[in-house]
């Protein structure tokens, strides 16, 4: 919530070399980063362990984001910037991207980071990584040189440039990792070498996560802080009392308005939402589309016009929660104003139902709504509003709670449901995190966030297809505007809200990370006020 | 002596049997499976990677197979790796084992030491004030959940009165020798062990009351008093060691109980013991890791008994004669 605050430090640290000339000077000097400290962050994922090239998710980005360089890196827009690749360019047919490493960067262990380590890496990640759209199109990853990289496409892969960032694509040790294992269960990554501006000496799961500055690291005078500590916290609350009690200083991925209401109002903490715009994080209400009643188009229409996104947002999310309209983020490049949004509108909904043929004179509409555990500001809470929404509409809604996440998961990806209220992550590109949604090849019965809904329109899969392989920005987000536009009016999703994801940090935290990644890119210009 | 202990040897091997099949075929019938779960964690992933999920672990295998392959592997000392942390069981076990016992022997302690303490006092005088304070406070503390008595504490000494940490057990922060360690271990330790003391010092407290008041009221007491022992003695080498014996053998019964009180306590505080590892890996649905535990706490329970059948035998020799 305080972006401008942040703007005007980045727009300071910038201007700080001109002025120190001036006698404004030491009034500027407390802007120049200060060496040393130790950071802890409060978490409350679990990681399983933390090599992020063969497992995707928040709770390994975030310490992996750390231990590892990748190829390139973003800012606060969605531009990439050079990172462990100094250059990088497209053939004129887009299917062939080569990239520069930068001399002199070393892993960990002090040996060198070559293209023979990125190739391989990257094949690792192409073989294993959960997201598999993300590098499919590549046919080889090739290193002609040492400080070359060149990745063939069977076709233009836009998406490409992202994938090569943080949290997706690590850069390992071949000489280490490439030991004859089955790397998704390699004991090494546990406590992998790495090549980021952090080594891991230490991870106890459960507890925590020890980083300290790698001297080496390939970015002069990088990372500012001596060493990060992850600790894990069993919920939210917890969490907020170690940043209160000074026991940690910076807690990235809160998602509990209460809690953050609570510590903004305090006055001795920094809250912003920067940071997730990569992430893109979107609660919605997911309609099983071939339930009898669900299969007609308006009575999803209907229940999607009798709620009130505004009381979702204002009331249960104390005003810190942003409206989600489409299968994309607000911050995404590819969002578009031009869909179907539903607002509120009760007497309509009251129509549609009418014209289906239930309500009054019709028959009685009895639905149940589902909803992720452990999530109850965003799902719970929802869910119960829902129903009692639909209940001015006339419709009955029952809630049904799952005790944990594996049995909502058995459930929805067993298609036992007819609403359920969701959580699912944009992750940068409708490649990677919005597709698997609404193509019709991606309805695979017990994989849960694939297609649930059991969606089919080969309209939208043509659109969605065309724009997977267009290479020029402006036509590719036109490409999903159109497909956006026939998913809301087709509505297998009605979108609720976006994960209101704040990030909390003492006065004594610099620079803290808010570029599309957030908590999932390196925090090697994080640093603290003495 | 030796046929007696090779018994309960033999039951115990046969315990830890029926533990193991009986919480396998259990755990089977909560819905949903690791590779969801693995799934859930990455934000999703493909079938082909859900099925290489299911192959590595043979939870593609029929569920009989899985059980026998897991009991022949169990029999061989190997518990298998878990599937959510990726690294044997024996090892997260390990090290999580020696917070739990820490937890648990200091909360017992301070249960015991203080409940006998106050019962005592309660039993001196038994229609007086400390009786019957102790009377209510023992009633509250064993009619309050322990989970609830822990928020309560977290909310009284981590936010209003910050003098102990609430989470974890070690400010990893914090450098120093292994005496600055071990302290700072003793201020972690505070409220947890306070917590799950507190229900057990209940029941001690009223069960050193009452055993107090039946021994005074024994011949032997009055014949002490009439030969002239101090009341002092009479208190505590008399009756009090008489008195100790039920105390004893609860305290030694409800080990297993502590144990599991023990993982509400854990969780409410981030104690990194059994009890939150035991709780992630349910929720995971991390059956090798869910099953190792079980193992070694039946283990914990069968050496405590026998451990408390020795200390009974030392403070009534009476006991190591007889049966």
């Not at chain 1, 919530?1 to 000339?21: E, N, S």
């Not at chain 1, 009798?306 to 249960?316: G, H, P, S, W, Y």
């Not at chain 2, 019964?253 to 993982?263: D, L, N, Y």
Request: aromatic share 8%.
């Amino acid at each position: 919530m305080r972006p401008i605050a942040v703007l005007t430090r980045r727009a300071l640290l910038a201007g700080a070399a001109a002025l120190t000339a001036l006698t404004l000077a030491p009034a500027v000097h407390a802007e120049e980063p200060q060496r040393g400290g130790t950071l802890v962050i409060a978490s409350v994922q679990k990681p399983r362990h933390l090599n992020a090239a063969v497992q995707s998710g928040i709770a390994t980005g975030v310490p992996a984001a750390q231990i590892f360089a990748t190829l390139l890196r973003y800012g606060e827009d969605f531009q990439p910037q050079p990172y462990l690749a100094e250059s990088w360019e497209f053939s004129p047919d887009n299917k062939v991207l080569t990239l520069k490493l930068v001399q002199g960067a070393t892993f960990h262990d002090g040996k060198p980071i070559t293209s023979e380590d990125v190739a391989w890496s990257l094949d690792v990640a192409k073989k294993n990584h959960p997201f598999s759209t993300m590098l499919a199109p590549v046919e080889a990853f090739e290193a002609p040189d040492p400080q070359t990289v060149v990745i063939r496409m069977s076709a233009p892969h836009p998406p490409i440039l992202l994938v090569l960032s943080s949290a997706l694509t690590p850069i390992l040790p071949k000489h280490v990792l490439d030991d004859g294992q089955d790397i998704k269960s390699n004991p090494k990554n546990n406590l992998p070498i790495g090549s980021g501006p952090f080594k891991v000496t230490a991870f106890e799961p459960g507890q925590h996560i020890i980083l300290e500055r790698y001297d080496g690291f390939f970015l002069k005078g990088r990372p500012y802080l001596d060493r990060i500590v992850i600790r894990q916290y069993q919920d939210s609350n917890s969490g907020v009392l170690a940043l209160e009690s000074g026991e940690a200083q910076m807690f990235p991925l809160l998602d509990s308005t209460r809690l953050i209401r609570r510590l903004e109002k305090s006055g001795k903490m920094s809250v912003t939402d920067k940071g997730y715009a990569a992430i893109g994080p979107i609660n919605w209400l997911a309609f099983n589309t071939k339930q009898p009643d669900l299969a007609d188009v308006r009575v999803r229409q209907a229940i999607a016009h009798a709620i009130d996104r505004n009381f979702v947002t204002k009331a249960l999310h104390a005003g810190l929660s942003k409206p989600a309209v489409e299968p994309v983020v607000q911050e995404s490049p590819f969002f578009s104003e031009d869909v179907a949004r539903y607002d509120f509108d009760l007497d309509k909904a009251k129509a549609l139902l009418t014209a289906a043929g239930y309500g009054e004179g019709g028959k009685k509409l009895s639905l149940r709504i589902d909803y992720l555990p452990d999530a109850d500001e965003q799902q719970r809470a929802v869910a119960e509003y829902v129903k009692a929404a639909l209940a001015k509409a006339g419709v009955e809604i029952s809630v049904r709670a799952s005790p944990d996440f594996p049995t909502w998961a058995q459930r929805i990806s067993s298609y036992d449901f007819d609403l359920t209220m969701d959580q699912v992550f944009n992750w940068g590109d409708p490649v990677i995190g919005v597709n698997r949604t609404y193509l019709c090849s991606n309805i695979r019965q017990g994989i849960i966030w694939s297609n649930t809904q059991q969606y089919c329109n080969e309209g939208v899969d043509k659109l969605m297809t065309e724009a997977a392989t267009e290479p020029d920005q402006a036509k590719r987000k036109d490409l999903y505007g159109q497909a956006f536009k026939q998913i809301t009016a087709d509505i297998p999703i009605h979108f609720i809200n976006e994960v209101p994801y704040h990030t909390v940090y003492t006065q004594a935290v610099q620079n803290p990370p808010v570029s599309i990644w957030g908590p999932m890119g390196p925090m090697d210009d994080v640093w603290l006020k003495q | 002596m030796m046929r007696r202990i090779l018994r309960q040897l033999l039951y115990a091997v046969g315990l830890i049997l029926a533990v193991l099949v009986l919480n396998f075929l259990l755990i089977q019938l909560a819905p949903g499976d690791p590779a969801q779960v693995i799934a859930g964690e990455m934000g999703g992933a493909s079938p082909e990677v859900m099925a290489a999920i299911r192959q590595q672990y043979g939870l593609d295998k029929p569920v009989l197979t899985q059980l026998a392959l897991y009991l022949g592997r169990a029999l061989q000392g190997d518990l298998g790796m878990s599937y959510f942390y990726n690294r044997p069981v024996v090892e997260l076990i390990l090290s999580r084992l020696g917070p739990t016992l820490l937890l648990v022997a200091a909360a017992l302690a301070f249960a015991v030491l203080a409940g006998t303490r106050l019962g005592l006092m309660a039993a001196k005088n038994p229609r007086g004030i400390a009786s019957g304070v102790v009377t209510v406070l023992s009633l509250v503390g064993y009619s309050a959940p322990v989970f609830w008595t822990g928020l309560m504490l977290v909310i009284l000494f981590g936010a209003k009165i910050p003098l102990f940490p609430i989470a974890g057990m070690i400010d990893v922060v914090k450098v120093g020798g292994p005496l600055t360690r071990a302290l700072d271990i003793a201020h972690h330790l505070v409220l947890p062990a306070l917590t799950l003391g507190l229900v057990y010092l209940a029941q001690y407290s009223r069960l050193t009351r009452a055993s107090m008041l039946e021994v005074l009221g024994a011949d032997y007491i009055r014949t002490a008093r009439a030969k002239g022992v101090s009341e002092r003695q009479v208190l505590g080498r008399h009756a009090f060691r008489n008195a100790l014996l039920p105390v004893v053998t609860v305290a030694g019964m409800q080990f297993g109980a502590i144990i599991s009180g023990a993982v509400l306590v854990e969780t409410v505080f981030s104690w990194p013991g059994l009890g939150t590892l035991a709780f992630q890996a349910i929720l995971a649905r991390d059956y090798p890791t869910v099953l190792g535990i079980l193992f070694f706490s039946t283990l914990i329970v069968i050496i405590a008994n026998l451990l408390t059948d020795f200390v009974s035998r030392l403070l009534d020799p009476r006991l190591a004669g007889g049966r």
